[in-house]
């Protein structure tokens, strides 16, 4: 016996049935077989696969369909008897997964002929003409089917109910007199009776209801029934007809694999011949026509490992799609990951540093010993990224180019929030359990309840949390809904629906139904188009410098640009890619670069592991003679990094030039150092260790050497992605120290839409003596622009003025200026502004250029308004206005309040722009200094600022404290509020709140705060 219907979690938020526990529960009870039939979805049949497979069970996989028939639905349930009935399937899921309708049923026809078709015993037409005693309708449905589907049955689905069970007898009687076998059929949606509970939360969610929710469709009884059960329900006969459906289905995975289109060149050669051409043609390019025999060696030897792989046509696609996109200018980066090892890569235009000049390894990216596909990763701007996908996709046809389905899960702080809300829990207790969780990776709620003693507590301590923490507990881990793999794309020389189904995420791409891990082994190869922010703001930077007539080649910078160092000196890296944060910043000072090589190293040292060089990195850079290398053999590797290892490329080098190991074992090598395989290190060490003697190299020393290797080998990083990255980095920095108001402009438009973002780098113009002009209905554009050597703020900063209203303004003004504030009422109050919109418009100071204050225009709005509607007329479709109709209103003049209007500001914007409010309560407290004089002073301070930020941490003693970031007009500090007093005043802690803090400034822009005041702002 089997149940030929199971659905798994992956018919999202309908079952809670894992795969793991279905393969279990046919192994508990003793099955041969397991069964999956989602509804129209086949996500998790690989997963199915494969673990039937480890198990031992013969897997069967179906799909469930839904259909219609002359108006009338119709569900089946299809199963796959060989490959070619699966690749139905595949075709099937694809058509149900594009379009939410039923598929008709002259199509589904199509699709039976390698598959066992069931019909559903679901609630559809068929249960009611049975119901209905319309047994003549029921007989035509049988006969119709069973004239069009070889291998037809009638499920006899749900004898557990009785009423079914009777009905059933009707069913069975007519089926046969029609020709039609039956079977019987258990539908299932979890394993233990008691799981229903569990569905009725999944339902509740999904339909963001309660689980009290009368109209959730709530299955009772279809949890996984044993041989036994299924016995005392079902007939002999129609138990049999299950094993004897079980044993035609058999798939095996044998269907014709996937491969990479073939690259169709326009010279009409095959693909070796043309790639060879390209490169040479491309090396000249790179080498002014001056070729060395170093880089032809290595060309060539590049050309005969990728050709002798077949990976020829992936270059060349690659190649392909790359040229395409700088046709289209659109900026491409200068490389990613190991693939800027590759000379080819390089020759190709597809990476942009040189690998052979700066010591990169072409067996990091591709190794002959070890058969893996290559990975070229590129960035594009992400505004232009979708072009090139597009490119691809009507190069190679949109059946055989696919994203990849990726799976949002019931994470610990998601379940807790979802279950919390569809049992009605008060939001405010789940958001407690949620900030102790914390954002710590891969956390679930069994470690949070071991590991974080105040969540165990809660939990311990409360029936509420208890109950909600034990019915989250099993829905833990489920797929949620579908998500989009950030980058990745598969191409294919076929139908990708052959070897996987695909679902549609939006109107012009579909993804893969099959996540990442089983994609390879179908012979889907992923590639992936990263969309890079800090691209699209270079690429806005250049096109800005050009209409500037500023000519600028940003893959041809000069790469000792003495400005561009200060800057990096100084840790005056705000908006510069990967160099952003504070510990970052502060390594940046510390370090103050002066060479490229320096900021590759940045990115390499700041890392877990790697950290622990930066001290010796730093000393040795500084003084020469502090310089030591291991052997002198690898001086012209290690003499970049000062005698040091930091990247896997110099370990790799150092088992080449003293093991005597070749490249390609050295990747070997670096590999199982980085996932510390200690037997195969072993062996790799006594080989080391013999190289090392041949090269005339002591034991002691050699020993000691593939040691140092290992512990670096544990973290390098990788030199090539470091270098790649490292550039697009100096870009940014050599931009930002060179062009400051450009650089501001483009930074800021990137961020629109990010109050703190904004704040951030508004803050920093302010600083660097870059005037930011407020929003103004008169002179702001859509975005950010230059005016008379200042930043000109877009209209669409202001919270609520998006992208409905702010072209209202702009299309209106290109007919005249406003000439006043009335004027601009009049005027977009006719083209749909609304009151709440023009006073968004006020607080955020784009009313400023006329003639009134801010209190005074929000205290005359309404008037205005008034006015502006009887002297609108409405003629023929168009807007007029009579001005003689009634004349302009007096306007009562209104005294500023200075703290209200920075109040409004800050709701508005997101930060302050014309006072901050401290400057006006620094009269009331004469003892506050500003933050800007405290950066030479050590000693008990007293400052009152904003509070910008805070963050909680846990002590060793697990008790709570907190670091505030807190700002006034002038600068910013960090203030270390200790346990105790943290206790005292966690509950005033907020953005935006402000302190009065009293304590000892014991660090370089840092206070051990000792008391804290707050001050009510409204007052």
């Not at 699966?86 to 199509?107: G, H, V």
């Not at 019909?119 to 069009?148: F, M, P, R, V």
């Not at 200042?790 to 992208?803: D, N």
């Amino acid at each position: 016996m089997v149940h030929l219907h199971t659905r798994s979690a992956y018919s999202l938020l309908e079952s809670p049935f894992r795969i793991e526990q279905i393969v279990d529960m046919a192994i508990k009870y003793g099955f041969n077989h397991a069964c999956l039939t989602d509804k129209r979805s086949m996500y998790g049949t690989m997963k199915f696969i494969k673990l039937c497979q480890e198990k031992g069970i013969h897997p069967i996989v179906g799909l469930e369909v839904d259909s219609v028939y002359q108006d009338q639905p119709f569900d089946f349930i299809l199963l796959a008897k060989n490959d070619r009935g699966l690749q139905d399937l595949y075709a099937l899921s694809t058509i149900l997964m594009n379009d939410p309708s039923k598929i008709s049923l002259e199509l589904l026809f199509k699709y039976v002929l390698d598959c066992i078709v069931l019909t559903a015993g679901d609630d559809d037409s068929l249960e009611q003409y049975i119901d209905n005693d319309e047994l003549e309708k029921l007989e035509q449905i049988l006969k119709y089917c069973h004239e069009h589907i070889p291998d037809f049955y009638v499920s006899i689905a749900m004898n557990d109910s009785k009423y079914r069970a009777n009905k059933n007898v009707i069913l069975k009687r007519v089926a046969h007199d029609c020709g039609c076998r039956t079977v019987a059929l258990s539908r299932i949606f979890y394993a233990y009776k008691e799981d229903v509970e569990k569905q009725r939360i999944l339902k509740a969610i999904d339909k963001q209801t309660t689980i009290h929710d009368q109209t959730l469709n709530v299955l009772y009884d279809r949890y996984y029934r044993s041989q036994e059960e299924m016995n005392a329900l079902y007939d002999k006969d129609d138990l049999n007809a299950t094993e004897e459906i079980a044993e035609k289905c058999n798939i095996q995975l044998a269907m014709r694999k996937s491969h990479l289109p073939h690259f169709e060149n326009k010279l009409g050669i095959d693909s070796q011949t043309y790639l060879i051409k390209l490169c040479k043609k491309g090396l000249l390019k790179r080498l002014n026509n001056h070729l060395t025999e170093e880089y032809v060696r290595r060309l060539e030897y590049e050309l005969s490992v990728i050709n002798s792989m077949g990976f020829t046509d992936y270059f060349l696609i690659v190649w392909d799609f790359i040229r395409y996109a700088r046709s289209q200018d659109i900026y491409v980066g200068p490389g990613r990951g190991s693939a800027a090892g590759s000379l080819v890569a390089y020759c190709l235009g597809i990476t942009h540093i040189d690998p052979i000049k700066n010591h990169l390894l072409f067996e990091r990216f591709l190794n002959p010993d070890r058969v893996s596909m290559p990975d070229i990763d590129t960035d594009f701007p992400d505004d232009r990224r979708d072009e090139v996908i597009q490119y691809v996709k009507e190069k190679y046809g949109a059946g055989h180019v696919s994203h990849i389905v990726t799976f949002n899960t019931l994470k610990a702080k998601q379940v807790l929030r979802d279950v919390a809300r569809v049992i009605a829990m008060p939001i405010r207790k789940v958001d407690e359990l949620c900030k102790l969780i914390g954002n710590a990776p891969n956390m679930t709620l069994q470690m949070a309840y071991q590991q974080i003693p105040a969540f165990k507590r809660m939990i311990d301590t409360d029936k509420k949390d208890q109950e909600l923490f034990e019915l989250c507990l099993p829905l833990e881990g489920l797929p949620r809904h579908i998500s989009v793999h950030a980058a990745g794309v598969v191409l294919s020389d076929q139908d990708i629906e052959k070897v996987c189904p695909l679902v549609r995420i939006d109107e012009e791409n579909t993804a893969t139904q099959f996540t990442q891990e089983y994609l390879e082994d179908l012979g889907l190869i992923k590639m992936d188009f990263l969309g890079l922010r800090n691209l699209t703001t270079i690429y806005q930077i250049i096109n800005t410098l050009k209409q500037h007539h500023i000519d600028i080649d940003i893959m041809k910078l000069p790469l000792n640009d003495a400005k561009t160092y200060q800057l990096l000196s100084k840790g005056d890296t705000i908006g510069v890619f990967q160099l952003e944060s504070e510990g970052i910043k502060n390594l940046l000072r510390k370090m103050k670069p002066s060479k490229f090589e320096d900021i590759s190293a940045v990115l390499a040292l700041y890392r877990p592991g790697a950290m622990q060089n930066i001290d010796e990195y730093i000393k040795r850079k500084n003084d020469a003679s502090l310089i030591e290398y291991p052997h002198e053999k690898l001086i012209p590797y290690l003499k970049e990094t000062y005698g040091l290892m930091i990247y896997q490329e110099q370990v790799m080098q150092c088992a080449q030039v003293i093991g005597g190991f070749t490249l390609a074992q050295a990747d070997n090598l670096r590999k199982a150092m980085s996932k510390k395989k200690v037997e195969i290190m072993q062996s790799y060490k006594e080989q080391f260790i013999q190289g090392a003697l041949n090269n005339k190299v002591s034991y002691k020393q050699a020993g000691e050497l593939f040691d140092s290797m290992e512990r670096f080998g544990g973290y390098g990083f990788n030199k090539s992605h470091s270098y790649a990255y490292g550039l697009i980095s100096y870009q940014m920095a050599y931009l930002k120290a060179n062009y400051p108001l450009f650089f501001y402009q483009r930074l800021l438009d990137s961020v629109i839409g990010s109050e703190v973002k904004t704040a951030q780098y508004i803050y920093e113009c302010q600083h660097r003596g870059i005037k930011i002009l407020p929003c103004d209905v008169n002179h702001s554009q859509a975005s950010y622009t230059i005016e008379n050597d200042a930043l000109r703020m877009p209209l669409q900063v202001m919270k609520g003025i998006g992208r409905s209203i702010y072209p209202i303004i702009l299309k209106e003004r290109t007919k005249g200026e406003f000439k006043d504030g009335i004027d601009f009422v009049v005027r977009v109050s006719a083209a749909g502004l609304g009151e709440s919109s023009l006073r968004i418009l006020i607080d955020g100071g784009a009313l400023d250029g006329f003639e009134y204050n801010r209190a005074t225009w929000n205290e005359n709005l309404s008037k205005i308004l008034d006015y502006a509607r009887l002297v609108r007329v409405e003629e023929k479709n168009q807007v007029l206005f009579d001005f003689t109709v009634v004349s302009r209103p007096s306007i009562l003049k209104i005294k500023e309040n200075t703290l209200l209007k920075a109040q409004r500001e800050h709701h508005i914007l997101g930060f302050y722009l014309s006072e901050h409010p401290v400057q006006t309560l620094r009269k009331k407290y004469p003892k506050c200094i500003p933050i800007s004089q405290l950066q030479e002073k050590m000693d008990y301070v007293q400052v009152i600022g904003r509070v910008a930020s805070f963050r909680t941490h846990k002590t060793k003693r697990q008790d709570m404290m907190c670091f505030m970031n807190i700002e006034d007009e002038c600068g910013k500090i960090d203030v270390a509020v200790m346990p105790s007093l943290y206790d005292q005043n966690k509950l005033k802690i907020e953005r935006n709140q402000i302190v009065i803090v009293q304590g000892k400034k014991d660090r370089d822009m840092s206070i051990l705060a000792r008391r804290l005041e707050w001050v009510d702002s409204d007052n």
